[in-house]
């Protein structure tokens, strides 16, 4: 490793925190342009504290990869039965071993943080293991892992040491565990009932994979329907199909505490909105309430930090925080709370910094899924969204039908399908689905939306047959015509100058970032148009 490139410091740049945007920051800023890095990350543990992190970071030991390791295993519960509609004979019912799918995910995770380890070392960034906080503004203090402590100093600094998971604050809630431990958990209970609480993407997740695994699963949600943020005629298609599926949706009620018995079970009561109450006893409960920026314990005051009332980092769309060498990326910003927003980001930040190429963060028009069976994925506005925010007619675009496949195995999950369209310009400016690959399919139409694809375009193009997809391009009749009372055209794909980009910063990220939060205010739509298959 060279010597920085100012001599005044130890470090060009010290990043606390291994997570995906962190670690992309790190390697790319040492490989690509040569910049003295040092990382500081605490020893690797699959649940953390304030002893233990590890890199990857929350997606890689206990967010997006091992849930989606988990969702691979409960979705085979419905394709065991699936089969029988096919002609498979199955004998008896099978029989789901917790314990060892959790071993072979530990495994994978343990693995992938070795790889998170090589791939800095191969960069050449130096990886210190400890908490570091600051202790000047260019000065970290760190309390080494191994014990004592140490002190470096850099001309850069990048917070990203993303956020944790939190508990509504009722009576009771130590009971209750949160997605850390559910990825950990040694065995299911014996009672096999299980309660998540929230209507964010992290509850209903989970809900879904416990209902896989045979567990009789409840959730609890304080507004009418889950996923705020998201589409409402499409948080109403979630719920029909969860609840088709055999999990128990508790709408407009809270948890008010929840009791551990002599037996280790737990009775969980709740209020709902009309002043009924009622309680549920249960095996486990966990909380999907919502995560918190991990800024507490970083002395941000020493270094002159302004920070958000949520304890986020305050950025501009640099990633440059209120101290101009201080920069932050990730969930810690509450911006988009997505690993490959985290990841972009990092890239952003080492061209910007490091490369002499002003790379702004990049927002609009983010690609999201939430795992759920059948899974939603969406890109672009929602309905409302657009309602909102859209100057003139905007086009909507509905198909509902049962996918092919369910036909023969009997599922009553629906599939929807929408297109948002820009009157004026013929621009799609949102996509949504809910339904069997919906994530693997909006991967690729992300794409088309981000290079600013019209209708035509769509309509053009000749579908996969027979395929769920191929209704995306065959959609010719608009369900409804909606009209927006915003003040301003749509902004996708076009070339923004400084000024209006740093508006778009501001309010687009503000939009999507609700679809992270644990409440939700969608109403089931009406006037759905319904596709049958013949």
């Known amino acids: 490793m060279g010597e920085a490139a100012d001599g005044k410091y130890d470090f060009d740049l010290v990043v606390i925190g291994a997570g995906s945007g962190g670690t992309r920051a790190a390697r790319f800023s040492a490989a690509n342009y040569g910049a003295k890095v040092a990382i500081i990350e605490l020893p690797f543990a699959f649940i953390p504290d304030e002893k233990h992190g590890g890199a990857g970071g929350t997606c890689v030991i206990r967010g997006c990869v091992p849930k989606k390791l988990l969702v691979y295993g409960s979705e085979f519960r419905d394709q065991f039965a699936d089969a029988r509609g096919f002609g498979w004979e199955i004998e008896g019912e099978p029989s789901f071993h917790w314990k060892r799918l959790i071993e072979k995910k530990a495994k994978e995770i343990a693995r992938l943080n070795g790889v998170y380890n090589g791939l800095l070392k191969d960069a050449g960034v130096e990886f210190i293991e400890g908490f570091g906080s600051f202790k000047d503004p260019h000065t970290i203090e760190v309390k080494l892992a191994a014990g004592g402590s140490r002190t470096v100093t850099a001309k850069y600094i990048l917070i990203a040491v993303g956020g944790r998971a939190v508990k509504a604050p009722i009576d009771g809630a130590e009971h209750a565990i949160t997605s ?132 986020a980092v305050k950025v501009d769309r640099y990633s440059r925080s209120s101290v101009p060498h201080i920069y932050a990326v990730g969930d810690v910003t509450n911006r988009i709370d997505l690993t490959p927003v985290a990841l972009m980001e990092g890239m952003a930040f080492a061209k910007t910094v490091f490369g002499g190429q002003d790379t702004p963060s990049d927002h609009i028009n983010v690609a999201s899924a939430v795992f759920i069976q059948p899974p939603l994925a969406t890109v672009g506005m929602t309905e409302e969204e657009a309602k909102e925010q859209v100057k003139g007619d905007v086009d909507v675009y509905v198909s509902k039908f049962r996918a092919m496949k369910s036909t023969i195995t009997g599922s009553k999950a629906k599939t929807l399908i929408k297109l948002l369209v820009e009157v004026e310009t013929d621009k799609v400016i949102g996509v949504h689905m809910v339904g069997p690959d919906a994530p693997e399919i909006m991967q690729g139409v992300a794409i088309a939306i981000k290079a600013g694809a019209k209708k035509h375009d769509f309509d053009t193009t000749v579908g996969i047959h027979p395929s769920s997809a191929e209704e995306l391009v065959s959609m010719r009749s608009k369900t409804r015509r909606i009209n927006g009372s915003g003040d301003s055209k749509y902004l996708a794909g076009l070339q923004l100058d400084a000024a209006t980009a740093a508006v778009v910063h501001l309010v687009q990220p503000r939009l999507l970032r609700t679809r992270a939060l644990s409440c939700s205010m969608c109403t089931p739509a009406t006037g759905t148009h319904e596709r049958r298959l013949p």
């Open 180 to 311: 850390d431990e559910a990825l950990a958990l040694g065995d299911l209970p014996e009672k096999k009932t299980v309660v998540t609480v929230g209507a964010g993407y992290i509850s209903l997740e989970f809900a879904s994979i416990f209902h896989g695994m045979g567990m009789d699963t409840h959730v609890l949600i304080r507004k009418d329907a889950p996923l705020r943020g998201f589409d409402k005629e499409c948080c109403a298609q979630v719920t029909e199909n969860m609840e088709l599926k055999g999990v128990h949706l508790h709408l407009e009620t809270s948890p008010t505490k929840i009791e551990k018995n002599s037996d280790g079970t737990l009775t969980v009561h709740y209020e709902e909105k009309n002043g009924k109450k009622g309680s549920i006893d249960a095996g486990l409960v966990m909380f999907g309430t919502g995560r918190k920026p991990n800024t507490d314990k970083l002395n941000v005051e020493a270094a002159g930090l302004k920070l958000e009332e949520s304890g």
